[in-house]
């Protein structure tokens, strides 16, 4: 099935890619903890069935030069339309293809401004979840930084 | 030669469920889970990530289970699975500038911006086996530390900004060579060598890294950082029309930083090989960068001579499945090649005696 490219509204569109981010990050266990606290929400009908696949992971020669293919990381992703609503989509690392339905019907939740709120609200959890983890691995990291110290010579 | 031969399909079977009866072991002992695996053999998992050409922390845990822990077995049935699926694009380069860093060294500064984070390393252990581990040493706890700088820039940006070493090679624009989709001939261009040997056997490039430190086209490396963490994968989805965010997977980066070179137009200035890899492996973040830089002495003007400097049998050797699949052919049946070589040795065999009988009369 062909699904036209979206022009999303241009203002919206870094909170979007916010929210899109959070969902690609969220486990499924918070995907339906969130589904269920807006439940009842609309139907959702697959435009495409949810799938894994692969993505070619690029970086760069001396990190910031020409690209080059590192390797390859597994996708899941999946494309809904709510009844009497949005197109909602998900696409996440891994192949859990029905964690990446859970977050295309939240992205298309989101893009409702009646919902917009309450799935910015429901995934609270998930981004105090994100912060806790990355400080926990700063603070950790920090606590092994070298703190040097010169040996002053006596000669003088 | 290969023949369909016919038979052995009884002893096969019996042989596939005696395998997986030593697999599993002992069954008074608990089966181990994937989640163990990915936790507390994470390096094995990394490793086969890495040279599966393929992340995805589950898929290589089962496969270090499947493969009874042989990880170049393991490494196959990555390679295997990852042929079934549909590759839906290709990412936004990752910039490991913007990384979550777990760890990060270098060699060269001490006091470089961000600091030295040793992080979970082995390094300054005394490699002493800890008799801890026989038994479950409970749950170890980490020290926290004080607030991280923000900002880490690369030790070659540093260097970079006063001219003192080459600048990356620019990005054109154009899409890198994928050695997965289209057949390689030689000689190929750096981003090629760069997929070639993220996925290439750390054994290997572990021993042609080793023999450009003792000689065999030397480099005077040294690492200018080391840094392990999470990079964020962008995707542009087409149907969106805009870049979307799919997750964080873990690398480790080398720079090396090696002997200077001069030119007409160029004042003296160091030059760079450059390592990256899938998961937590300096070893094969350094032995990547080491031999990288070797194969670059064309580019560079330098004297060609040594085996990491060869670029065909360098990079047509390093795949450890492409390896282990010819070495390991050799153990198939050949019995027809073979009655064909028993027949022509019996041939040459008679005819020398004939000649040798012939010479005494």
């Excluded at chain 1, 893009?111 to 691995?137: H, I, K, N, T």
Aim: hydrophobic share 45%.
């Amino acid at each position: 099935m062909q699904i036209s490219p979206q022009s999303s509204a241009g203002k919206d569109l870094p909170a979007r890619q916010a929210v899109m981010a959070l969902l690609a990050r969220a486990g499924i266990d918070e995907l339906q903890a969130a589904l269920e606290r807006l439940s009842p929400v609309p139907a959702a009908t697959d435009l495409r069935p949810a799938e894994s696949g692969l993505v070619m992971v690029r970086a760069r020669t001396g990190g910031d030069g020409a690209s080059f293919n590192l390797g390859e990381a597994s996708v899941a992703r999946a494309a809904v339309r709510l009844e009497g609503g949005a197109e909602g989509f998900g696409y996440r690392l891994g192949r859990d293809i029905a964690a990446a339905r859970a977050a295309a019907i939240l992205d298309a939740l989101w893009q409702d401004p009646a919902y917009r709120a309450s799935v910015e609200m429901a995934l609270g959890p998930v981004r105090g979840r994100l912060a806790e983890e990355a400080g926990l691995v700063r603070a950790e990291t920090a606590a092994t930084k070298v703190e040097f110290f010169t040996l002053v010579r006596g000669e003088d | 030669m290969y023949v369909a031969a016919k038979g052995g399909e009884r002893a096969i079977r019996n042989a596939h469920a005696l395998l997986a009866k030593r697999r599993r072991g002992n069954r008074a002992l608990p089966a181990l889970t994937l989640d163990q695996i990915a936790q507390q053999l994470s390096l094995a998992v990394d490793r086969v990530m890495a040279e599966g050409s393929l992340y995805d922390v589950e898929l290589a845990s089962l496969s270090v289970k499947q493969a009874r822990g042989d990880l170049i077995e393991a490494i196959f049935l990555i390679r295997a699975f990852r042929t079934t699926l549909p590759r839906f694009g290709a990412s936004q380069p990752v910039d490991t500038a913007a990384m979550l860093v777990r760890r990060r060294v270098s060699a060269t500064y001490k006091d470089l911006p961000g600091g030295q984070l040793l992080g979970p390393t082995f390094d300054y252990t005394h490699r002493l086996l800890d008799t801890s581990l026989v038994g479950d040493i409970g749950a170890p706890t980490a020290e926290i530390g004080g607030a991280e700088p923000a900002d880490m820039p690369r030790v070659t940006d540093l260097l970079g900004e006063e001219g003192l070493i080459e600048s990356a090679p620019a990005d054109d624009g154009a899409e890198p060579f994928d050695i997965t989709r289209a057949p390689v001939t030689f000689p190929v261009d750096r981003p090629t060598r760069l997929q070639t040997l993220a996925r290439g056997d750390e054994g290997y490039l572990l021993a042609l890294g080793y023999s450009t430190q003792r000689g065999y086209a030397r480099s005077h490396p040294f690492v200018g950082e080391i840094r392990v963490g999470d990079v964020e994968v962008k995707l542009f989805v087409e149907e969106l029309g805009f870049e979307v965010s799919l997750g964080t997977v873990q690398v480790t980066e080398c720079q090396m930083v090696n002997q200077f070179k001069g030119s007409a137009e160029v004042p003296p200035q160091f030059t760079r090989g450059y390592g990256l890899v899938f998961g937590q492996s300096e070893r094969k973040a350094m032995a990547m960068a080491l031999v990288e830089r070797a194969l670059r002495w064309k580019e560079l003007g330098e004297e060609p001579g040594a085996p990491a400097q060869d670029e065909e049998f360098v990079l047509s050797h390093c795949d450890n499945v492409q390896a282990t699949g010819f070495v390991e052919h050799l153990k198939l049946p050949h019995y027809v090649d073979f009655q064909a070589e028993l027949d022509l040795v019996r041939r040459m065999r008679a005819e020398h005696e004939a000649e040798l009988k012939e010479a005494a009369e």
